[in-house]
C-alpha cells in the first residue's frame, strides 16, 4: 500500500541509496530488517566493520543528500520513492526496482500502458524507418512508447512517437541534467516537455558501461512489452529482452536478413521463442492479454499543476553535435545501407545532406564495389 513519506523520511530515504555498497536490493533487505531508512543508515557503519567492508560503505552525508534535492528542484524535477503513490506499479514489482526515481515531464505516463522498442545503435535506414513508423502509430493509439535516448532504433522510436503528437518515456542512464548521447540533447528535451524523462542516477552523474544494463531493467519494467527492431548477437537490446522475459513481459522481435549481422540478435530471440511482430497491429495483438493498463491521458495544458511550485526551466540543451563532413559522408551512407534494398530519398532524409552529396557519394561506393543499384531507386549494401 503506498505511504506518504515526510520530507525528512525521503531524505533519509536519499542517504541510504545513495551511500556506497547501498544497491537496490541491500536497500530494501535493510529497510525491511530496521524498520526504517535513518535506523538503516545508522547501522551501516556496524555492518561494513562486520563484513569488513568499511571502504566500501561509505555513508552519504545529509549535506550531500539535500544539496541533491536542491538540485532536482531547480531542474524542475521529482522524486519518488518505491512506497509513494507516483511510484509505477509495474516497476515496482520487478526484483530489484530502484528505491528512488527521479522524473522530469508527465507522471502519469508511467501508470499508462507502455510499450518498449529498442534496437541498435548503428541502426540502417530501413530499420530507423520502421521504428519511426510503428512507435508512431501506437503512440496514436494510445501507448506510451518507452526507449533508453540511444542513437539509432531509440532515436527513431521516441521522433515517431512525438511526431504523432503521443506519449513517449525516457529512460537514461545518467543523470537527468545530462544528455547522453550529447547529440539528443534537444530530443531529451522535447521528451522532456511532452512526455518524460525518468532515471535513478543523480544530477551530473556520467553514464559508464555498467549503467546500461541496471537502465535496461528499468525500460522494460515500465513496459508491458519489449519489441527488439535489429540487434546485435550480445547487445544490450537483447539485455533488454532477457530481462523483459525474466519479468515476466512480452517478448517481441522484427525478423530481418540474415546477411545483416544487426538481424542477428532479433532472428535468435525468434528462434528462442519470441512474437514476430512486423507492424504496430502485430503489437497490440500480442499485448493483448497484458493489457489492463490504462491508455495515456491526454497532456494537460501545463504540467505544473502536478508538482508543487511552478514549472522550472528546461535544463541547459548542449549544442547538438556537428552534421558529418563531405569527408566521412560515404561512411555514414555505408552505416544506414544493409543488404536490403533502401530507397535513395529516404537515405538522404536520414543522411541529413544535400542530394547531390548523398550521390556523390553512392558514386564513389558504387565505384569501389561496395553497393548495388536496383530497380526503384533503390540501393544496397553489395554481397561479399
Same mark, same amino acid.
Given at each position: 500500500?503506498?505511504?506518504?513519506?515526510?520530507?525528512?523520511?525521503?531524505?533519509?530515504?536519499?542517504?541510504?541509496?545513495?551511500?556506497?555498497?547501498?544497491?537496490?536490493?541491500?536497500?530494501?533487505?535493510?529497510? %525491511?530488517?530496521?524498520?526504517?531508512?535513518?535506523?538503516?543508515?545508522?547501522?551501516?557503519?556496524?555492518?561494513?566493520?562486520?563484513?569488513?567492508?568499511?571502504?566500501?560503505?561509505?555513508?552519504?552525508? &545529509?549535506?550531500?543528500?539535500?544539496?541533491?534535492?536542491?538540485?532536482?528542484?531547480?531542474?524542475?524535477?521529482?522524486?519518488?520513492?518505491?512506497?509513494?503513490?507516483?511510484?509505477?506499479?509495474?516497476?515496482?514489482?520487478?526484483?530489484?526496482?530502484?528505491?528512488?526515481?527521479?522524473? &522530469?515531464?508527465?507522471? %502519469?505516463?508511467?501508470?499508462?500502458?507502455?510499450? =518498449?522498442?529498442?534496437?541498435? #545503435?548503428?541502426? !540502417?535506414?530501413?530499420?530507423?524507418?520502421?521504428?519511426?513508423?510503428? *512507435?508512431?502509430?501506437?503512440?496514436?493509439?494510445?501507448?506510451?512508447?518507452? !526507449?533508453?535516448?540511444?542513437?539509432?532504433?531509440?532515436?527513431?522510436?521516441?521522433?515517431?512517437?512525438?511526431?504523432?503528437?503521443?506519449?513517449?518515456?525516457?529512460?537514461?542512464?545518467?543523470?537527468?541534467?545530462?544528455?547522453?548521447?550529447?547529440?539528443?540533447? %534537444?530530443?531529451?528535451?522535447?521528451?522532456?516537455?511532452?512526455?518524460?524523462?525518468?532515471?535513478?542516477?543523480?544530477?551530473?552523474?556520467?553514464?559508464?558501461?555498467?549503467?546500461?544494463? #541496471?537502465?535496461?531493467?528499468?525500460?522494460?519494467?515500465?513496459?508491458?512489452?519489449?519489441?527488439?527492431?535489429?540487434?546485435?548477437?550480445? !547487445?544490450?537490446?537483447?539485455?533488454?529482452?532477457?530481462?523483459?522475459?525474466?519479468?515476466? #513481459?512480452?517478448?517481441?522481435?522484427?525478423?530481418?536478413?540474415?546477411?545483416?549481422?544487426?538481424?542477428?540478435?532479433?532472428?535468435?530471440?525468434? &528462434?528462442?521463442?519470441?512474437?514476430?511482430?512486423?507492424?504496430?497491429?502485430?503489437?497490440?495483438?500480442?499485448?493483448?492479454?497484458?493489457?489492463? =493498463?490504462?491508455?495515456?491521458?491526454?497532456?494537460?495544458?501545463?504540467?505544473?499543476?502536478?508538482?508543487?511550485?511552478?514549472?522550472?526551466? =528546461?535544463?541547459?540543451?548542449?549544442? *547538438?553535435?556537428?552534421?558529418?563532413?563531405?569527408?566521412?559522408?560515404?561512411?555514414?551512407?555505408?552505416?544506414?545501407?544493409?543488404?536490403?534494398?533502401?530507397?535513395?530519398?529516404?537515405?538522404?532524409?536520414?543522411?541529413?545532406?544535400?542530394?547531390?552529396?548523398?550521390?556523390?557519394?553512392?558514386?564513389?561506393? %558504387?565505384?569501389?564495389?561496395?553497393?548495388?543499384?536496383?530497380?526503384?531507386?533503390?540501393?544496397?549494401?553489395?554481397? =561479399?
Amino acid at each position: 500500500m503506498a505511504q506518504i513519506l515526510t520530507a525528512a523520511e525521503k531524505l533519509d530515504w536519499l542517504q541510504l541509496a545513495r551511500s556506497g555498497g547501498v544497491g537496490p536490493r541491500t536497500f530494501f533487505k535493510l529497510l %525491511e530488517r530496521f524498520g526504517s531508512a535513518r535506523r538503516a543508515f545508522e547501522e551501516l557503519p556496524r555492518l561494513a566493520r562486520e563484513a569488513g567492508a568499511e571502504d566500501q560503505w561509505r555513508r552519504c552525508r &545529509r549535506d550531500e543528500a539535500e544539496a541533491e534535492l536542491e538540485a532536482l528542484e531547480r531542474l524542475g524535477c521529482e522524486l519518488i520513492a518505491r512506497d509513494e503513490a507516483g511510484y509505477p506499479a509495474r516497476l515496482a514489482e520487478i526484483a530489484d526496482p530502484p528505491p528512488l526515481l527521479i522524473l &522530469r515531464g508527465r507522471l %502519469e505516463l508511467l501508470a499508462a500502458a507502455g510499450v =518498449a522498442l529498442v534496437g541498435a #545503435r548503428n541502426a !540502417s535506414a530501413n530499420g530507423r524507418m520502421l521504428a519511426r513508423g510503428m *512507435a508512431g502509430e501506437l503512440a496514436a493509439g494510445g501507448l506510451v512508447v518507452i !526507449s533508453g535516448l540511444a542513437r539509432g532504433i531509440d532515436t527513431a522510436a521516441h521522433e515517431g512517437a512525438l511526431a504523432a503528437a503521443g506519449a513517449t518515456v525516457a529512460v537514461i542512464a545518467s543523470g537527468i541534467d545530462v544528455p547522453y548521447p550529447e547529440d539528443n540533447a %534537444e530530443l531529451m528535451a522535447r521528451i522532456a516537455e511532452a512526455g518524460a524523462v525518468i532515471t535513478e542516477r543523480p544530477p551530473g552523474s556520467i553514464p559508464q558501461a555498467r549503467h546500461f544494463p #541496471r537502465r535496461n531493467r528499468l525500460i522494460s519494467g515500465l513496459s508491458l512489452g519489449v519489441v527488439v527492431v535489429e540487434a546485435a548477437p550480445n !547487445s544490450g537490446s537483447l539485455i533488454t529482452a532477457r530481462l523483459a522475459a525474466e519479468q515476466g #513481459r512480452e517478448v517481441m522481435a522484427v525478423p530481418g536478413s540474415p546477411l545483416d549481422p544487426r538481424h542477428r540478435g532479433t532472428n535468435q530471440l525468434l &528462434r528462442d521463442g519470441a512474437t514476430l511482430v512486423e507492424t504496430a497491429d502485430h503489437v497490440r495483438a500480442a499485448l493483448g492479454p497484458f493489457r489492463v =493498463a490504462p491508455k495515456v491521458p491526454p497532456k494537460p495544458r501545463s504540467t505544473a499543476s502536478m508538482r508543487s511550485g511552478s514549472l522550472q526551466p =528546461a535544463p541547459s540543451v548542449r549544442p *547538438a553535435a556537428p552534421l558529418p563532413t563531405n569527408g566521412d559522408l560515404a561512411s555514414r551512407v555505408r552505416e544506414h545501407l544493409g543488404p536490403e534494398p533502401l530507397l535513395v530519398d529516404e537515405l538522404i532524409r536520414q543522411c541529413h545532406a544535400s542530394t547531390a552529396e548523398v550521390q556523390r557519394a553512392l558514386l564513389e561506393l %558504387e565505384l569501389e564495389g561496395r553497393i548495388e543499384r536496383h530497380p526503384g531507386n533503390r540501393v544496397s549494401l553489395a554481397l =561479399a
